[in-house]
């Protein structure tokens, strides 16, 4: 069972940026790809961002192309969500999933909410000024 955790989330003003990181205490998340995914009050949890193992896909939701940005951290073993030019609209709960994959060439980026092995608590993120 892969416990994930994420951090970084907090408050923070239009146009701001903030960066959201996604981890597996006491293991690796080099052999699994992750979907970063939100959810806003009364609506449905929609894909955010999803990386491949090895990083090589990447795939974005249309409200935040051209703003955010993800990336792996080969050091650290982790997944980090780069938010940038932050709207009121991108406030909601975070959340990191990841899927276990056994090749590092394998292509699987998840950002829909199916065939995902493990999620996170979640992050809160609120855009205001």
């Known amino acids: 069972q892969l416990q994930l955790v994420e951090s970084g989330g907090g408050l923070v003003q239009p146009g701001g940026s903030l960066t959201l990181t996604c981890a597996a205490p006491?293991?690796?998340?080099?052999?699994?790809?992750i979907g970063w995914f939100r959810q806003a009050p009364g609506k449905e949890r929609e894909g955010v961002s999803c990386?491949?193992?090895?990083?090589?896909?990447?795939d974005f939701a249309d409200s935040v192309k051209g703003r955010f940005t993800i990336s792996r951290d080969h050091v650290k073993h982790t997944v980090s969500l780069r938010m940038n030019s932050l709207k009121s609209e991108d406030t909601a709960v975070y959340y990191c999933?990841?899927?276990?994959?056994?090749?590092?060439?394998?292509?699987?980026?998840?950002?829909?909410?199916?065939?995902?092995?493990?999620w996170g608590q979640g992050t809160q993120v609120t855009v205001s000024s």
């Open positions: 990386i491949s193992i090895s990083g090589g896909r990447t």
């Open positions: 006491g293991t690796s998340l080099d052999y699994y790809a």
């Open positions: 999933a990841a899927v276990r994959r056994l090749m590092y060439t394998d292509s699987t980026c998840p950002l829909e909410i199916d065939d995902l092995d493990s």
